[in-house]
């Protein structure tokens, strides 16, 4: 039997009611004559009652200890599922972490998973079972200690598995019905792509569009799984959702697949830094130990042996990288003039596997920023992806100018 | 280093500053020089809640998916009494079931454990762990399959450990202070017992005084584990609480240690039956195999070739028991003239080993009921117990009467 892997977000088994609604779409395609897997997560809520609770009682956690208690929310919503699916008269069972086993590194509350033996559930399936029920977000540690993936863990565990099994596709249902060409909230042409590379993916992905964990993007582009984004709250069809899936599957041929923005970023610079061979180094090792996710950089010199250094990184961060910086000043680590925090910046990109074989894009980007006149502070690029720092005010402006110009409301 | 098993109810975890207080408890020992194992229930609530999604869900539920969802409560307290502990410089882990293992049968809802090998704790004893705490409730089935003991377990599972550990003690922490003479919201008078011989304690259980779980005085007798009950809400001190020990440990001796009472008692009368050998299978097998607890039976001969039988059981299952009887009436397997239930009536019993060699406790609880004109229903006597049906209405005059009479008030 081929089989196929299914994934349900929190929000879309949130209650006994939800949990039914989605059993029924594993019934439809058990139906059509698959074994599927399904991945759960823990039911809405659940898992922030109980990092809570951690937080509460000890600030700075055990991770071994942690990932026993937070591991449980997806027990229950697993347990849940696999009853459903037995009122519906589908042979199903659960099956937690341990027992599959999900094999995992003891980095505990950000493992990754190293193997999936998939003996266990095949010789079930061989058996007449149709769906197994496995809790997402967790697994066993080689000393036989829970583990959890990290927020958005279960992504990662459905493409995990649909790997291990090889299964035909791996579809994530969650509260949205698919990737759009940008955040439909901010603008209004915004329109639900049929279908997406993984390269892009993985830049909207970390960019800020949040349908995806970024980890479960790399895994199904290292693995070639095929993965579908779609939603548990409306009718569903076989074309429905958005496929996430390598390029040469991808008939439409936009240069530019979407817009994605970020409201959490700030500029920070350092003014007139002695510069020498370095000086880089000095300045970001202790920014990364102060655990200070650094985004972009732009270096600028200013004049003979200073140089002007500027990044930026989540504006809930700005105080930690400011005494980051300080404490290397005092120490003599580096010297600069100034740090200037600039927190009402946003992230504007536009992301396309296009833009490899495409020149102009760049410039038709600033070309239209310029048009609506608005300032660009920072710029960055990657082979799929210009990024920008604007003004934080002219963030929906440019992201709406940016889609009419690239076109991106129409299809193919 | 001699080992204490400390278990705390539900109550005793509902919070964390619950957890933080019963952690407490546990630092005192562990700086007594114990290595403590630790047994926790779910937090109070949780485990209703899990056993709702479950009943709202699948009335006729798979008992293996069940245990797999009704365990994870207890998981969650495991992680966070080891968390608090931690935070508190104890060193401390947690254990889920799975992972000591706690061997069950695969009698999944109500599973019994078949052994507990000692191996992994003692280790982590032996590099300088102090406390082990352990979910408790939960166990693994010869299959790999979560298994839970049945409500109250946590009792049950406290009680292995302090067997398999040969602990010095086993303390159950609970929201009372102890065993009592009898009920003191009934009878102001009563008066907590220092100690308590295990029979007694069986027969208290079973009547009713929900201070533990039957079947873990049961294993606490087998394996001779010095059982402590004593309140997480009051002051400590060692002797608190109450001690459940060997009756040739127990210095005071008196002949009635306590009177118990249940007000859920049903009598039912089958009036003239037709008798012939074998009648009284024909009547309690189909009462067993409909699930009413039978608890006392007597048979009166009325006239030639026909007797009266009167049985009691719980007030919720009597129309179980009537359609049991009807059916088995309407199949000809018995024949009786009329069934009578009578839901108005409680038992009072008198518990204490001592009237394995004082006579007349019978004599002397039947005058004093006859002295305040309570009138016998049904009567029943064991080694150490005499029970009796009476109008639900005189119950709590019963109880006090008796507890004067065989002044349960006074010390030893």
């Not at 989540?314 to 003039?337: C, H, L, Y």
Request: include cysteine; charged fraction near 25%.
């Amino acid at each position: 039997m081929p089989v196929l892997v299914m994934k349900f977000g929190g929000t879309s088994v949130a209650t006994p009611d939800r949990i039914r609604r989605a059993a029924k779409r594993v019934g439809v395609e058990v139906a059509k004559g698959y074994d599927v897997i399904v991945i759960v997560s823990a039911m809405a809520g659940e898992t922030n009652k109980l990092v809570g609770y951690v937080d509460e009682i000890s600030p700075l956690f055990d991770a071994r200890e942690y990932d026993a208690v937070v591991s449980s929310g997806e027990n229950v919503t697993a347990g849940l599922m696999a009853l459903t699916l037995q009122e519906m008269d589908v042979p199903a069972r659960s099956w937690q972490g341990w027992q599959v086993p999900v094999q995992t590194t003891d980095a505990h509350a950000n493992a990754r998973i190293e193997a999936i033996p998939s003996d266990n559930i095949s010789r079930k399936f061989a058996e007449g079972m149709k769906v197994a029920v496995v809790a997402g977000f967790q697994g066993i540690s080689p000393e036989g200690r829970i583990t959890t993936l990290g927020r958005g863990g279960s992504d990662t565990t459905a493409v995990a598995f649909a790997a291990a099994f090889d299964a035909e596709r791996c579809d994530i249902y969650t509260d949205v019905d698919g990737v759009y060409t940008t955040d439909p909230r901010i603008c209004e042409k915004a329109r639900k792509l049929d279908r997406i590379a993984f390269e892009e993916m993985l830049e909207l992905a970390s960019l800020g569009a949040k349908v995806l964990q970024t980890r479960s993007v790399e895994l199904a582009m290292r693995y070639k799984v095929k993965l579908r984004v779609l939603s548990s709250f409306e009718e569903m069809d076989d074309a429905a959702g958005t496929l996430v899936c390598d390029e040469e599957d991808i008939m439409e041929n936009k240069v530019v697949a979407g817009v994605a923005y970020s409201r959490d970023e700030a500029k920070m610079t350092l003014v007139s830094v002695a510069d020498r061979p370095g000086i880089a180094a000095a300045i970001f090792g202790p920014l990364a130990e102060a655990g200070v996710n650094v985004d972009m950089i732009v270096q600028n010199i200013a004049e003979e042996g200073r140089t002007d250094m500027t990044f930026s990184c989540p504006t809930n961060q700005v105080a930690r990288a400011e005494k980051a910086m300080n404490d290397a000043k005092a120490s003599g680590a580096i010297n600069f003039n100034e740090l200037v925090a600039d927190t009402g910046v946003a992230k504007v990109s536009v992301v396309g596997i296009g833009m490899r074989s495409h020149a102009g894009v760049a410039a038709k980007m600033f070309k239209v920023l310029a048009g609506e006149g608005i300032n660009i502070k920072v710029i960055t690029t990657s082979e799929i992806k210009i990024s920008v720092l604007i003004d934080r005010k002219y963030m929906e402006l440019a992201v709406q100018a940016l889609h009419d110009a690239f076109e991106l409301e129409k299809a193919g």
